[in-house]
């Protein structure tokens, strides 16, 4: 999708010979906008929820919910969390120990023998009071975990070995790279095969998304406002179609 | 997901104790209770929704203790000694009493609680009868008040008819070696029906949380039948509740919940507490097993004459 999102963001760009977007600033602009889309899926999938309680929101291929979730969900990834040595501490997913950073933990589970036991995240104002409450304090069959910058927390504190804890979390889309060949002239052609290529990872519905938003950039770069506002308004007219 | 095997049941897999799991399919657990909450009940479609678990567990916890107290009708019952001190300390999980019995050759005698006191404390006081203290301004106490000693030394009169009774050893009139009129000489009309029993009586200190007895009951055997409130010493894995309540005990923290969250329209919070309620009533008809064959054994009572 990489190659035919930049041809097109070219094709606008060049139109009426407004410029021409470099290869490194066109991944640039390809990250941000992919992030931006990517991020905009959770609020979106927040409005049609309360869409669905006002009961404006259908099922079956009228279910919108479902496809954002799905979405989400392919950026889903489920780890056992780096334990921190002789400690009830955890370290919360990086790229270091898990493969990714995490964008959102949605759970947290205590692997108790053979079976899981769903952790519940508790705020610091609550943390200290939910330890002293005789009927609520966290136990090996309600744990609970706090975080505290790129550290997890479990109670109760007898949760303290290796692969104790498991971690199911949205991480961040990858890097998008239009990676290239250089042809004489200095012309770059478009090469899948490079060991950095990695093309977008939304859903093949987001290219027109991803157009507009890079075109916005593009045409921030080299000061063009006529490609701007085009792709404003293009995404302002996606936007309301959707809702 | 399958429920355990016969052999579990059973046997317990051959593991101890063997007992373990008899008669665990009358009950539901604490887990599962939070558990089929949290999946049932709240969520983005629910009335009850961003609400944490520790919300849950503690409602949850606060019904089934309510239920312990009255609707469940799960008492528990401890046999012990009383001490040369005439004391019968509570049981750690104690919350109330339902009957005190002495126990003594093979009979369950019930005893009665004192309508008076026959406990208290007491601060040491000079020939003045001013209080005395302590360097840190402290009244000193006694081991013992007076009324305690006298209970224990057996010298404290009764006004019950037992052998403290404060007209025991009096007058009387002996007819075939049994005493018919036990009380001081005079005219005595009348039976107070409420101290008229021969057994020892207690009275139970609860901020001592002891049983305190009449001197009748040293080194006597007393079987205390008494509720608690389900929490199993905080050991959450054995908090449970029987199925008849499940029902209820969801719409319970449905209603806690919704009763204390902000912005909830009173018609909801109403609609949840007559559901509530309503299951509460069924589940207590249901326990208390009123069935045509007990109705029977009743009614049977009906035609015998009393003479």
Excluded at chain 1, 17 to 42: C, H, R, T, V
Excluded at chain 2, 79 to 99: K, M, T
Aim: hydrophobic share 35%; charged share 20%; net charge negative.
């Amino acid at each position: 999708m990489i190659n035919s999102v930049r041809n097109t963001v070219l094709s606008v760009l060049n139109k009426n010979n407004y410029g021409y977007i470099s290869p490194s600033d066109f991944n640039l602009f390809a990250k941000q906008a992919q992030l931006d889309i990517f991020e905009d899926y959770f609020y979106q999938y927040n409005y049609q929820i309360n869409k669905e309680n006002a009961r404006q929101s259908g099922t079956g291929y009228a279910d919108i919910t479902k496809g954002y979730s799905e979405v989400i969900d392919s950026f889903s990834v489920t780890a056992y969390l780096a334990h921190i040595a002789a400690t009830n501490r955890f370290t919360v997913p990086t790229e270091l120990t898990t493969g990714s950073d995490y964008y959102l933990i949605n759970k947290v589970l205590f692997v108790d023998g053979t079976s899981l036991k769903e952790m519940e995240q508790v705020s610091h104002s609550k943390i200290t009071m939910l330890l002293n409450s005789l009927y609520t304090a966290p136990s090996t069959t309600f744990p609970a975990f706090t975080i505290e910058e790129s550290t997890l927390t479990a109670y109760p504190d007898t949760i303290n070995k290796d692969e104790d804890v498991k971690c199911q979390y949205i991480r961040y889309p990858e890097d998008p790279k239009w990676t290239y060949l250089s042809l004489t002239g200095g012309e770059p052609a478009f090469d899948s095969t490079a060991s950095d290529y990695q093309d977008f990872e939304l859903p093949l519905d987001d290219e027109p998304d991803l157009i507009m938003k890079i075109l916005q950039y593009a045409g921030m770069s080299i000061r063009e406002i006529a490609a701007v506002q085009f792709a404003q308004g293009a995404e302002n007219k996606d936007d309301a179609d959707q809702k | 997901m399958a429920y355990i095997t016969q052999y579990k049941y059973y046997e317990n897999d051959g593991a101890s104790p063997k007992d373990e799991n008899w008669g665990s399919y009358q009950y539901v657990s604490l887990a599962d209770v939070v558990n089929n909450f949290m999946l049932m009940y709240a969520g983005n479609h629910s009335l009850v929704n961003n609400e944490e678990r520790f919300k849950v567990l503690f409602h949850a916890k606060r019904g089934i203790q309510e239920l312990n107290y009255d609707a469940f009708k799960e008492i528990k019952i401890l046999q012990l000694n009383v001490d040369g001190n005439l004391r019968f300390v509570l049981p750690s999980d104690y919350v109330n009493w339902v009957r005190v019995s002495v126990y003594e050759n093979g009979v369950l005698r019930p005893l009665t609680e004192n309508i008076q006191t026959n406990w208290s404390s007491a601060y040491l006081q000079d020939n003045n009868n001013d209080i005395l203290f302590d360097h840190a301004g402290n009244a000193l106490e006694p081991g013992n008040s007076n009324l305690d000693l006298d209970r224990i030394r057996g010298s404290k009169r009764s006004i019950y008819l037992n052998q403290n009774s404060s007209f025991n050893g009096l007058e009387g009139y002996c007819c075939d070696g049994n005493w018919y009129f036990d009380y001081s000489i005079g005219a005595r009309f009348g039976l107070n029906t409420e101290t008229a029993n021969i057994n020892p009586t207690f009275v139970i200190n609860k901020q001592a949380g002891v049983i305190n007895f009449s001197s009748g009951m040293s080194n006597r055997s007393c079987v205390l039948e008494y509720v608690s409130d389900g929490m199993e010493g905080g050991e959450d894995t054995k908090i449970n509740l029987n199925k008849m309540f499940e029902d209820y005990i969801y719409a319970y923290i449905e209603y806690a919940i919704l009763n204390s969250k902000l912005g909830v329209q009173e018609y909801v919070v109403g609609r949840a507490r007559k559901r509530k309620q309503a299951l509460l009533r069924n589940a207590k008809i249901r326990l208390s097993n009123i069935h045509p064959g007990r109705l029977l054994m009743n009614m049977r009572g009906q035609n015998k004459w009393i003479k």
